[in-house]
């Protein structure tokens, strides 16, 4: 070795305690560099971590603030993992139980019960079989084979199913997951919950054991209650369905393939499966809905399955809501919470089933099992619901109860009675607000005190118009509101929460409505008009596709509306069918249009849609082409019709209209005619009774008279005739069927105006001698250019009739200010016509009250009077013009001309 390799000892010895030195100086000035970045680390931490600060009040986050978001999600991740595996032991958590030594089990220690009842059993095995049938043919009920057989696509894919099951106090957890450890179709995950649970520790202790990463333990010391364990399942998001079982459930090892299958198929996927549930009270004779616990009773429902009872599920059962297990798609666990519940401390199962079928059109179902195989059951130990107290039993939360599901039915809950029992009503009555309340009184009463009626209100509740205050207002009691009968129906909007007022009011209102037409059927839903927009929006996209129609009665009319109470259901559907409008002719006579128009703009509308239309020949004077175009019609579109040529009255009146369909009718108005305010309510009440109540075939009615003749026109005296006198035996105010038309204001058929059409066509000759009809004994013989004559003649030939009002005085609903024209008073007219024989009083006041038993009477009710105003029948004036022998075509004296109603073209002669 060389010299150099040669070191001197005590430099050797310095050199190597020197490089000891330096490492414990380099890590001594680590571990200082450490602390020091720790130090700095937990001062915001400690400061950011505090439930004080909140991260998301600031939008501009400091990076101080992203590292500690970042780093609070790390945590908590790890908070969550390390929890889902603590042990029972609090001092050496490394010590971890085996399932021998942590599992618990229930001691059941008695059988079954089972009703001895012999009443009790039969009646609740026929309501049973009553739904059953009912199902069956409405939708038809799979058996299990059955259900299994049909497609799914869970035989193509497995899908995920997480399951929720949430413990308290009984000690089933094992039981369930070892069922659910040798399910056919495996799980994907188990959350085990326990809120509140004196037992949490040890439930812990038996997720630990498990040793499974499926499985997972969510504890919390506050009590969630019942929606907790939903509101858990709504994190659920990397799976296809939840399924949510009760701490009793101990499922067969079959349930979960046959959940998802039938999960899987057409039929069932939108819809909430599971093993127990609920048929809701139905209406008892006093039309009552008994409490839903009311022992003996059968219309207080059904629990399935039933074991006491000896009643068994084996065909797939649509039920009001299920119990104790819910099998679902994950993404309508949210429908729970659209609303919010009326109480957190009971009624979950019931307002889940209700908001699926409120906001998502979902039903319930228990599926079916096979008695003889309990891995099909999803309940199959339903001893374990006797172990531990259930709430259901107390009387407080059976009457909590009872007023959720029947406040729910209120908004629109269909349940299975209504399916089975689908109800006729004649009127919901809609407020939106106390004042529209009022408003609406006369008429609501008016209905609810016609016998036969069935008539109930809707309010919007809420603080829009609080149901108690509407039923004081109807002079009803508050708890009317309550009551388990039908009369009031609070929709109680606002249970949403508000994010905007529009949608609230339409996502609240819409579905409850649609669910209260769906039970109700009513033929008519009435509203003030003026209501808030949204609401009438929600009214009708409600009534689109029923057979309900929305009729908004403007505020001043709806006092006067009460004879709407005598009209059957059949023809209040028809409300909006018919398209009444209104055609005037006018040349010269400016003044008489103009009291004319001021008397049809005071009329009421009944919110109908009207078409106005003017009628002017060649010969009209600057005056009135003013007063024409100045005109503004406030109910529907305006027509001007004007001719080149000019064409004389004849041609005026007949051209001024012409039926576009059988639902369209012609009120011919000429300009010195004034109307009464309730013209068109009469108009409207007459038609719904003799034209669309489908009982009723009245096809010889060619119009609707707005006025009442003081004299017999046809004959050459022209006697005064009174017609209150002349049926007084009958009932002096009752309407009548008359064979003469009324050109002073009058409604005219569609078909029978067709007919008309066609006759005058080939019957029209300006000569009236020329005319080939001549009445015995009428001075219509000698009428000329007068469109009147022709449908005169049509009608005594094929005894056709007009609805005539009769009132005291002839007080109509038209009358004629006898002024001047083609025919009044006309160079070439010899006629003396005296106003006290032509001008009559116009009806100001409610006409309903004057008619016999303040209603129209029935067809067959009506005085038929001929041409002559003598009394006779609709045979005897079909006779009597078969006998004239002078139609259009050469018929037997027992015969009349039947014609095209669509052409009114003549077909065929045929007997009467």
Known sequence: MSNGDQKDPLLRDYTGKGRKSIKSMRLAAGLTCLQFVFAIYATFLLYFMSPAVDLMAEPDMSWTSEITR??????????????????????????RLTKHEACMSEEINFEQKVSNDTLMLSLKSDLHRDILDFQQRTRGCESLDELLRLPSRSTEVVPKVTVVLNHFKRKTLCAQLDALMHQTVPFYSVWV???????????????????????????????????????????????????????DMIPGKRM????????????????VLGSIGRILPFRCKDFSFPSYRKYGLRESGLYLPDPAYNLVVEHVLEVDFLSSAWFLPVELVKAL????????????????????????????????????????????????????????????????????????MSRGFVTQWAKMHPQQSDALFYAHSLSEVV????????????????????????SYCPCEEAAILLGWSQNSCHDRRFKVFDLEVGLISPVSFKLTLLQEILPAMKGLIQIHSPAIIITVAGMHPTVVDALNLAVAGSNTILVQLPRSSVVHSLWMAEIKPASLRQWSRMRISINVVTQDRSSSLQRLLRSLLEAHYCGDKITFSFNIDNGVDEKTLKIVNEFVWPYGEKIIRRRIIQGGLIRAVSESWYPTSDDDFGLLLEDDVEVSPFYYMWLKYALLVYYYDPQVSFPELVSISLYTPRVIEVVKERPRWNATNFVKNVHPNTP??????????????????????????MRYTPDAKKNPVQIPHSRTNGW???????????????????LYPNFPNQTSFSTNHMEPGAHINASDNAVIHEKLDFEVPLIQGDFIK?????????????????????????????????????????CKPTEIVKVDDITGEPLHCSTF
């Open 784 to 802: 000329q250019a007068s469109w009147k004559k022709f449908l005169i003649d049509v009608m005594y030939l094929r005894g056709y009739v007009t």
């Open 736 to 761: 009548y069927l008359h064979q003469l038309p009324c050109s002073w204001g009058a409604l005219f058929f569609p078909r029978r105006w067709r007919e008309f059409y066609k006759y005058m066509g």
């Open 337 to 408: 919470f659209i609303e919010t519940p009326l109480t957190f401390a009971t009624g979950e199962d019931l307002h889940l089933s209700y908001q699926l079928q409120k906001y998502r059109g979902a039903s319930s179902f228990v599926l079916p099992v096979d008695p003889k195989d309990k891995t099909t059951w999803g309940d199959s130990e339903h001893r374990l619901a006797y172990v531990s107290e259930t709430t259901v039993i107390h009387k407080d939360i059976v009457h909590l109860r009872d007023d959720q599901w029947w406040r729910a």
């Open 70 to 95: 970042h780093w609070r999600t790390i945590l908590s991740r790890s908070h969550l993992t390390r929890v889902s595996r603590l042990t029972a032991n609090p001092v050496n958590t490394s010590i």
């Open 439 to 462: 408003e609406l009184a006369p008429l609501i009463l008016r209905f609810r005190n016609t016998p036969g009626k069935k008539v109930y209100v809707v309010v919007t509740g809420g």
């Open 850 to 890: 004057l008619l016999p038993q303040q209603k129209l009477p029935a067809l067959s009710k009506l005085p038929v009077l001929n041409l002559f105003n003598q009394v006779t029948t609709l045979k005897g004036l079909k006779s009597a013009g078969a006998k004239l022998t002078q139609d259009v075509l050469p």
């Open 193 to 247: 919950l326990a809120f509140g649970s004196p037992n949490e520790t040890a439930l812990r202790s038996i997720v630990d054991a498990y040793n499974d990463p499926r499985i997972f333990f969510v504890g919390s010391t506050y009590d969630f209650k019942y929606y907790g364990r939903f509101q858990v399942a709504l994190q659920a998001e990397e799976v296809d369905y939840v399924y949510i079982l009760d701490d």
């Open 256 to 271: 979960l393939q046959i959940l998802t299958h039938a999960a899987g198929t057409t039929k069932y996927h939108n819809s």
